[in-house]
């Protein structure tokens, strides 16, 4: 009888912190869908971003607005593109964790100061019920989603050649 106190806060907190623990291991369990998963949907895009500029090159070859839009890595978290005209572009993505960054600078001519007008956009990664993995525009009033990673490759496309 003397530990009853035990007994009752014990039960007080499994009642209480119940929902808490749960939600604290459903947010983990998503982290560690985002760890094994974020990486591979990041490699894909790469690829998926790498096709469709040269799907692009081929479709402007020969015409007075073809220029050559330059792809490169930055170690296995980052991608440079710049192109110098028609439209011009500076970009840096970045891979981080939950996120993948696109930080770009671009004009309808010829390329013009990078440094000006950087607009960044972020993409975070999420976990649905069922354990699937998808990113979603962070900042957008009616963020978009983005299952596949050639949806996101072209979303960013878009983003850079369209002016």
């Keep these: 009888m003397a530990k009853d106190w035990i007994a009752n806060l014990a039960q007080d907190i499994k009642q209480k912190s119940h929902e808490a623990a749960e939600e604290y291991g459903r947010s983990q369990h998503q982290a560690g869908i985002v760890t094994t998963q974020g990486?591979?949907?990041?490699?894909?895009?790469?690829?998926c971003l790498e096709q469709d500029i040269s799907e692009i090159k081929h479709q402007l070859q020969g015409d007075v607005t073809a220029s050559d839009t330059i792809m490169q890595t930055s170690g296995p978290a980052g991608v440079k593109l710049t192109r110098s005209r028609?439209?011009?572009?500076?970009?840096?993505?970045?891979?981080?964790?939950?996120?993948?960054?696109?930080?770009?600078?671009?004009?309808?001519?010829?390329?013009?100061?990078?440094?000006?007008?950087?607009?960044?956009?972020?993409?975070?990664?999420?976990?649905?019920?069922?354990?699937?993995?998808?990113?979603?525009?962070?900042f957008a009033d009616n963020?978009?989603?983005?299952?596949?990673?050639?949806?996101?490759?072209?979303?960013?496309?878009?983003?850079?050649?369209?002016?």
């Design 86 to 138: 028609f439209p011009w572009f500076d970009a840096r993505i970045t891979h981080n964790d939950a996120t993948i960054i696109l930080d770009y600078a671009k004009g309808l001519g010829v390329a013009g100061d990078p440094a000006l007008d950087r607009k960044t956009r972020h993409f975070a990664f999420q976990v649905t019920d069922d354990d699937t993995l998808y990113l979603q525009d962070s």
């Design 39 to 47: 990486k591979p949907f990041f490699t894909t895009f790469v690829l």
């Design 143 to 163: 963020p978009k989603r983005f299952h596949q990673p050639e949806d996101l490759a072209r979303q960013v496309i878009q983003i850079l050649f369209e002016v």
